[in-house]
């Protein structure tokens, strides 16, 4: 059962990093320029799924290595957003993955970008430090080792935790106690 707040459940990968999912209700900022952000979604936005995924190395220093990480967990995210996305949509639900590359919604028109970091700092709390013209984001136990994602979905709780529990299950991805 997911906790419908700022907190979090953390995942463990069959390669033993962490995935921490939060489900949060939209801040300020995101109801506020919803129609930007998402240009032809007709429903309000209910919950924002945050994903924050465990990186192999930190992004406090540039690097070809940080750069194939990033790409490695840019495409995990993607995997596991789009299967997500996939289910809330077929329950019936506007859903939609942002790109953590571009800040670009997968499958609305783009709008105005939004910025994965600034979601965690408002929705979460942590830390985020600017960082040759970018920011990165603080985590309380991974530090600059944190990769983020934003899922947004217009579903009721009621739907929206088991369309998580079946997107978790299909990468094989356990509780980590």
């Avoid at 919803?34 to 406090?60: D, K, R």
């Avoid at 194939?68 to 939609?96: H, M, N, P, V, W």
């Avoid at 997968?106 to 965690?120: E, F, K, R, T």
């Avoid at 944190?146 to 978790?168: D, F, K, N, W």
Wanted: net charge neutral.
């Amino acid at each position: 059962m997911y906790v419908v707040s700022n907190q979090s459940m953390l995942y463990k990968t069959s390669l033993g990093t962490k995935i921490d999912i939060c489900i949060a209700p939209p801040h300020q900022y995101v109801v506020d320029h919803q129609l930007e952000l998402l240009p032809g979604w007709n429903a309000p936005i209910s919950y924002l799924i945050i994903v924050l995924q465990q990186s192999s190395v930190s992004f406090a220093k540039s690097s070809d290595l940080v750069t194939l990480e990033k790409d490695r967990l840019r495409t995990k995210f993607l995997r596991f957003g789009s299967s997500l996305i996939f289910a809330l949509l077929d329950r019936g639900y506007q859903s939609d993955i942002f790109d953590p590359r571009t800040g670009y919604p997968m499958l609305a028109q783009p709008g105005i970008v939004l910025d994965d970091n600034a979601v965690v700092k408002a929705l979460l709390n942590y830390p985020v430090v600017d960082y040759q013209k970018c920011s990165l984001i603080r985590h309380p136990a991974w530090g600059h080792q944190v990769y983020p994602g934003t899922i947004v979905t217009a579903a009721p709780q009621t739907v929206v935790e088991p369309s998580l529990q079946q997107a978790v299950d299909s990468q094989n991805w356990t509780l980590n106690n």
